[in-house]
């Protein structure tokens, strides 16, 4: 929850919503639920003010309504304000020349690693300065974290540890690929090279793995797409079709099954590799075994 937190703030809202869960000293959050009930779920103030009571009440941790009632009213108070809207990038298109330009250079797999990260987190700031003159106001961007760790974070280039993104923008910026302007306003010079045959390869959805994206793109590290939600993860033995988030704690890894009945794909665990069809179909199958062999049986 890095940049994803700044940058798609719909979603992260839901999430609040449910996992039921505020921490005290996130006092932003109130405001952002609060919008979030004004535009995606169009309360009126009174409704707007009876729910967040009641969510705090419920699930904000240490709730106490004469130390919290300041907050909450502050947070629906800012809600009043039309100027206030949650900000969300949704998603964020890539293009095979931008990335075929930095896979061209003579440079370690983690340098172009970041410089892809740096492409992909340029264009939301873009995108989120543009919607500035909309009104939106990022509310959550502060955060105690720097913005080059951020950067290294999402990059997921593995063994950060051994790496600055000081060290690897310095490296790049020599090359004359980029320019190190301060304040990280990073001028993509590269780009200029570009073949702008603008085909878009995919449209990025999670900024906090950014990495992946490329490490996908490349074939390399063994990044799969999610069966289920889409998402890019990291394969392991266990995880070779589903993200953590959406597969159960598996100590057998799981298979994709086509159904030989109805050809639907369907999950099943490997050790039961031998299941030809869904649920469904299976149920009916049996049913239907079953009516025959009693036919069979009947006949005899
Ligand atoms: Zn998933
Ligand atoms: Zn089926």
């Not at 809207?85 to 998603?91: I, V």
């Not at 063994?159 to 910026?173: A, C």
């Not at 299941?275 to 199958?285: D, P």
Request: aromatic share 14%; with cysteine; glycine share 4%.
């Amino acid at each position: 929850m890095i940049l994803y937190k700044c940058y798609n703030e719909i979603k992260y809202v839901e999430d609040i919503l449910e996992k039921k869960e505020i921490r005290e000293y996130k006092r932003d959050e109130l405001v952002l639920i609060a919008i979030y009930y004004r535009d995606h779920i169009n309360m009126t103030p009174k409704k707007r003010e009876e729910a967040l009571y009641s969510f705090c009440e419920q699930y904000y941790a240490g709730y106490n309504i004469v130390k919290h009632w300041e907050n909450i009213d502050a947070a629906l108070n800012k809600a009043r304000n039309k100027q206030y809207k949650l900000f969300c990038a949704d998603c964020l298109p890539v293009y095979s020349d931008e990335v075929d330009q930095i896979n061209s250079y003579d440079l370690d797999y983690n340098h172009k690693k970041l410089m892809f990260t740096l492409l992909v987190y340029k264009r939301l700031e873009k995108i989120y300065n543009a919607s500035k003159c909309l009104g939106y106001n990022k509310i959550n961007y502060n955060s105690s974290i720097g913005l080059d760790r951020k950067i290294l974070k999402v990059s997921k280039i593995s063994g950060g540890n051994k790496y600055t993104v000081g060290d690897i923008l310095s490296d790049i910026t020599k090359l004359g690929y980029i320019a190190d302007l301060p304040n990280y306003k990073i001028k993509l010079n590269y780009l200029n090279d570009c073949s702008q045959q603008h085909e878009k390869i995919f449209d990025i959805t999670d900024f906090d793995n950014i990495g992946y994206y490329y490490d996908y793109y490349c074939g390399a590290n063994n990044i799969n797409v999610c069966w289920q939600c889409g998402k890019f993860y990291k394969k392991t033995k266990n995880n070779n079709i589903r993200c953590k988030d959406c597969a159960p704690d598996l100590k057998v890894p799981e298979v994709i099954i086509a159904c030989e009945d109805c050809d639907q794909e369907f999950i099943a665990s490997s050790l039961a590799s031998a299941k030809t069809r869904c649920e469904g179909c299976y149920q009916i199958y049996r049913r239907k075994y079953k009516t025959s062999k009693q036919r069979e049986y009947d006949s005899r």
